[in-house]
């Protein structure tokens, strides 16, 4: 349980890790290329057709040789999408009683069929194609490129900082709340899964500690550069 | 002469029934003259920073900037107090290292000044081609110093470092110390701790030691 609980988060925090370098595609195409991505995520995640859904996938390729080097990454984030996307919808492929094909077909139930197998698959396609063309268009640019050039847009500057900072965050907790393990497990000596939840469990509290401690000196950080109320607020 | 930065008699514990980390603490600071502050760890130096920054209130005794209580002054008197923290690993929260040094001139400037500022602190402390590098790739020396040009830019009038030449390769140790000295020539007052004075290389002007809660002048 430990084991496999660890790998999980140490992936997450590598897939998040890999987004925060930078990548092989410059940051001069990005005022052209971020809007685009976001319109065909729209288009897939709010329609049905086809077309967009093709164009979501060429422009996913052709991000593609530019991710190249986390390409290991990327695919672990479409797994984990398409993983859960299909436990969400494992009821609807088993009563077959409805189909949730998207926000435009959320209430209309599909042909009643024992095993609804198109609705589920159907669903897991979008849940993992939808994300695909910014998700590759970031791990192509890396997200300080992405972010930089939301600073310049005065009005996003506040939410690509918020971004940052959970981009910041999120693998440092998941490491660190495995190293506050780890740091147990060399002084525990039973055996079994009564002992793995016991590290875990308890590991939970030194988590919580350390995590608010991080974040109040965090909090000091900004507000010592922030001459405003609110932070990432911009000059009038 | 007017002091820029005044504490009087401040007291400060974290909890009520913790012993008191700083007890009746007078301080004033001068323009031009730099501060040094050595005490042992755990001495309470790092926790008078934080007071003369106004990230932390004392419970007893008064900060005040320009003659005015800084609290009343915040969070705008921010802009005239530059703050280095002690590990640069949690100033940095921005993706690049440019948008972390612009990171406060965007606040005050147009974009304009804004890479005039960022590129001249970037030259002062020889970091000119990190500009372009994500805060999270880079190594502890290097995080202290973007940390450090991050508040030069932004030019405040007191300048608050702690511990800045812990970590530092002997080629940075030697660029952050000229910079603290042509900060004090230009008529800042800057403050810095440190665990050991012969680290300071003979550039304070006052020197003082923090022993349970109290400061005394002197190395």
């Known amino acids: 349980m430990l084991g496999v609980a660890r790998r999980l988060a140490v992936e997450a925090a590598r897939v998040i890790e890999a987004i925060t370098t930078f990548g092989s595609l410059g940051k001069r195409p990005l005022p ?7 319109t065909l995520t729209g288009l897939v995640s709010l329609t049905q ?4 859904w093709a164009a979501a996938l060429v422009f996913s390729l052709v991000m593609l040789p530019y991710a190249r080097p986390r390409l290991r990454e990327l695919a672990y984030l479409t797994l984990y999408l398409a993983v859960f996307a299909a436990v969400i919808e494992l009821p609807v492929l088993i009563t077959g009683q409805s189909r949730v094909a998207g926000l435009s077909q959320l209430y209309r139930p599909a042909p009643p069929s024992s095993w609804n197998i198109d609705g589920f698959l159907f669903f897991v396609a979008r849940i993992t194609l939808a994300p695909l063309p910014i998700v590759t268009l970031v791990y192509a640019t890396g997200w300080p490129r992405v972010a930089s050039t939301l600073y310049r847009i005065k009005h996003l500057r506040r939410v690509a900082g918020m971004l940052t900072l959970s981009l910041l965050l999120i693998p440092r907790s998941l490491r660190n709340l495995f190293s506050i393990v780890a740091a147990r497990e060399a002084r525990t000596f039973e055996e079994g899964y009564m002992r793995e939840w016991k590290l875990l469990a308890t590991a939970v509290g030194d988590f919580i500690a350390d995590s608010t401690g991080y974040s109040k000196r965090l909090e000091m950080a900004i507000k010592a550069r922030t001459f405003t109320e609110y932070p990432f607020e911009v000059r009038e | 002469m007017k002091p820029l930065l005044e504490l009087r008699r401040v007291f400060f514990r974290y909890g009520k029934r913790s012993p008191y980390i700083l007890s009746g603490v007078n301080l004033k600071i001068i323009r031009g003259k730099v501060y040094c502050i050595v005490g042992e760890n755990g001495s309470g130096k790092t926790t008078l920073l934080h007071i003369m920054a106004g990230l932390l209130e004392p419970e007893k005794g008064e900060v005040l900037l320009d003659g005015k209580p800084l609290k009343e002054q915040l969070p705008r008197a921010r802009r005239l107090i530059g703050i280095l923290f002690q590990n640069p690993e949690t100033m940095l929260f921005n993706p690049t290292v440019y948008d972390e040094i612009a990171y406060a001139p965007r606040q005050l400037f147009d974009e304009g000044e804004t890479r005039k500022r960022v590129l001249e602190s970037a030259r002062l402390l020889g970091i000119e081609d990190l500009l372009e590098r994500p805060t999270t790739s880079l190594s502890y020396g290097e995080k202290k110093v973007v940390a450090l040009a991050s508040i030069i830019s932004y030019d405040p009038e007191i300048i608050l470092l702690d511990e800045p030449l812990s970590n ?8 952050v110390l000229n910079m603290i000295r042509s900060l004090a020539a230009k008529g800042k ?3 810095i701790t440190s665990p050991d004075l012969e680290l300071l290389d003979n550039i304070c002007d006052v020197t003082l030691t923090l022993s349970e809660g109290r400061l005394k002048e002197g190395g």
């Open chain 1, 32 to 38: 052209l290329l971020l809007p685009l991505s976001l």
């Open chain 1, 49 to 52: 057709n086809l077309y967009s």
């Open chain 2, 168 to 175: 530092l390769h002997p080629e940075r140790k030697r660029r």
């Open chain 2, 189 to 191: 007052a800057v403050v």
